[in-house]
């Protein structure tokens, strides 16, 4: 969970690039954001994508005077908590208004209403867990593969999953589809490029990221990056919407730094 506030409009609009995650937005600012989602769509507001939205580089976002909460769900859990399946979102975005209806601006108001950003977060924090514990609970089978896959970095091999569950490889795509909005192989695929990708936006070389990433070579890495970004290896280093995510989702490692941030970043929390 990450707190920013935009005064100013990016020039251009600032690229969306894919993310392992429900990413779902609770905007509140004097003026509603932005997202075209590459296909001649826009989006205003307060809203919610699937896993791996902006595949491709053609999603921008823009606004001027935004600020908004920004989570970024497990998609294990985000069904549950939003009451919809990310099978319905993946890899596009909705109205926060289509998926909460009259809640959505109701949650407006009262963010706007809160002053300062940790009680924004407390706020937002008590607001997802009260959705999670009136549901219906989370898959745990399709909990443990989805994690699985998170913590190997996407180098996890789909039949080994289903053999340490006893499934078949058909109902393991069917049940991870189901849950997850997408199928396994897809999902590692997400994964093993968004830890590359952050790797290269740290300054470590291709050469080496490639290798360690899991990828045949630097060329099977410039594919991935290329299809999930629209651009290359090099090009995606200075993404702002990727060179923001050590600061708004910091690493153990560099917590302790995470409040001497830019001037759009303005709170920071981690949510489990």
């Given amino acids: 969970m990450a707190g920013f506030r935009i ?9 969306v ?7 779902l937005i609770l905007e509140f600012g ?3 954001s932005i997202v075209g989602d590459g296909a001649g769509r826009q989006h205003r507001g307060s809203l919610v994508a ?9 999603v921008r976002a823009w606004g001027e005077h935004v600020e908004c909460v920004q989570v970024r ?15 319905d979102l993946a890899g596009s975005v909705v109205a926060l208004d289509e998926v909460w209806g009259r ?20 706020f937002a924090e008590a607001l997802l867990a009260r959705r999670l514990e009136a549901r219906s609970p989370v898959d745990p089978a399709v909990a443990w593969a989805w994690n699985r896959i998170a913590a190997g970095k996407g180098r996890v091999r789909v039949d080994r999953l289903a053999a340490e569950l006893g499934w078949s490889r058909k109902r393991l795509w069917t049940r991870f589809h189901s849950h997850i909005g997408m199928p396994p192989k897809s999902a590692a695929k997400l994964v093993r490029f968004d830890h590359a990708v952050h790797r290269l936006v740290a300054g470590e070389g291709v050469a080496q990221v490639a290798a360690d990433s899991g990828y045949y070579d630097q060329s099977h890495l410039h594919r991935d990056v290329m299809a999930f970004t629209g651009t290359t290896p090099a090009t995606v280093q200075g993404e702002p919407f990727l060179t923001v995510d050590d600061r708004a989702w910091p690493t ?5 730094t995470a409040g001497r941030s ?6 920071i929390r981690n949510v489990p």
Avoid: C, K, Y
């Avoid at 690039?17 to 990413?23: G, W």
């Avoid at 769900?73 to 099978?87: I, Y």
């Avoid at 153990?252 to 302790?256: I, V």
């Avoid at 830019?262 to 709170?267: I, Q, T, W």
């Fill in 252 to 256: 153990a490692q560099s917590r302790e």
């Fill in 7 to 15: 005064p100013g409009r990016p020039a251009g609009g600032l690229r």
């Fill in 30 to 32: 004097a003026s509603a």
């Fill in 50 to 58: 699937g896993p791996g939205f902006g595949s491709g580089g053609g």
């Fill in 262 to 267: 830019p001037s759009r970043l303005n709170g």
């Fill in 73 to 87: 769900l497990s998609p294990a859990v985000a069904g549950t908590v939003l009451g919809a399946s990310p099978a």
């Fill in 17 to 23: 690039v894919p993310h392992p995650a429900v990413m």
């Fill in 103 to 122: 809640d959505a601006s109701r949650i407006r108001e009262q963010l706007s209403e809160i002053p300062l950003w940790e009680d924004r977060f407390a």
